[in-house]
């Protein structure tokens, strides 16, 4: 799913509670922004009554980055490398109060990951040059390498702060951890670099880091009760 349909169906399901709102008195709904860990995003909160421990949040946050930088491997060698990491999350949330006098919460839900990347190409435009051994860039060719998580992935946490606040405007932050499983590795060269025993490292390098499976996370939001 991409962004552009994600973001009309979002306004689409708060204008259908708007409507079961006027029919169910106790509906109550926010709208909040989000800022962390996870980049920054928005969500919206939804509680069925007053008295009720669970509240429930809709939402989307989106981190990314992809400066290249260089390495260099001695005076005559230079190595550049352009990462690309993209985290977009649409979440669906759970939270459950265990008093109704306090905002403290106990969170759990799912998020989907949608067009994920977490990946690095390597190149380098000066070539090899290694005492009498002299490559040129166009045949040492290039690297890249991918890292696959699950797109759907739940998450537990803790937080202070209520999804939809009993007042009109309302803070609160997050702490928590989504669980990824395990990385899968998709490794791509050309050139000389082709030439490489890497590849058949893949299996051995994927069980190493079959314990690089959880992201924790920290968020804080404001939000703004609607419907009042």
């Given at each position: 799913?991409k962004?552009?349909?994600?973001?009309?169906?979002?306004?689409?399901?708060?204008?259908?509670?708007?409507?079961?709102?006027?029919?169910?008195?106790?509906?109550?709904f926010?709208?909040?922004?989000?800022?962390?860990?996870?980049?920054?995003?928005?969500?919206?909160?939804?509680?069925?009554?007053?008295?009720?421990?669970?509240?429930?949040?809709?939402?989307?946050?989106?981190?990314?980055?992809?400066?290249?930088?260089?390495?260099?491997?001695?005076?005559?060698?230079?190595?550049?490398?352009?990462?690309?990491?993209?985290?977009?999350?649409?979440?669906?949330?759970?939270?459950?109060h265990?008093?109704?006098h306090?905002?403290?919460?106990?969170?759990?839900?799912?998020?989907?990951?949608?067009?994920?990347?977490?990946?690095?190409?390597?190149?380098?435009?000066?070539?090899?040059?290694?005492?009498?051994?002299?490559?040129?860039?166009?045949?040492?060719?290039?690297?890249?390498?991918?890292?696959?998580?699950?797109?759907?992935?739940?998450?537990?946490?803790?937080?202070?702060?209520?999804?939809?606040?009993?007042k009109?405007?309302?803070?609160g932050?997050?702490?928590g951890?989504?669980?990824?499983?395990?990385?899968?590795?998709?490794?791509?060269?050309?050139?000389?670099?082709?030439?490489?025993?890497?590849?058949?490292?893949?299996?051995?390098i994927?069980?190493?880091?079959?314990?690089?499976?959880?992201?924790?996370?920290?968020?804080?939001?404001l939000?703004?009760?609607?419907?009042?």
């Amino acid at each position: 799913m991409k962004l552009r349909y994600l973001l009309p169906s979002i306004i689409f399901l708060l204008l259908s509670s708007q409507v079961q709102a006027s029919i169910d008195p106790p509906g109550k709904f926010s709208f909040g922004v989000l800022g962390g860990t996870l980049g920054y995003g928005g969500e919206f909160g939804y509680r069925y009554s007053d008295d009720s421990h669970w509240q429930f949040r809709l939402g989307y946050t989106h981190i990314g980055y992809k400066k290249p930088f260089n390495v260099e491997i001695n005076k005559d060698t230079k190595a550049q490398f352009s990462p690309l990491v993209r985290m977009n999350l649409a979440q669906i949330k759970a939270d459950y109060h265990p008093s109704l006098h306090s905002s403290f919460r106990i969170t759990g839900g799912i998020a989907y990951q949608i067009n994920p990347r977490y990946s690095v190409l390597g190149s380098s435009e000066t070539g090899l040059v290694i005492d009498d051994v002299n490559i040129n860039p166009e045949d040492l060719g290039q690297v890249e390498i991918r890292l696959k998580w699950w797109k759907l992935t739940p998450h537990l946490g803790i937080g202070v702060g209520r999804a939809v606040p009993r007042k009109r405007v309302g803070a609160g932050f997050e702490l928590g951890c989504y669980y990824l499983g395990s990385p899968k590795i998709d490794f791509w060269t050309n050139g000389l670099l082709d030439e490489t025993t890497i590849p058949d490292q893949i299996p051995k390098i994927e069980h190493n880091m079959r314990n690089y499976s959880f992201l924790p996370y920290l968020l804080v939001s404001l939000r703004v009760r609607l419907g009042d």
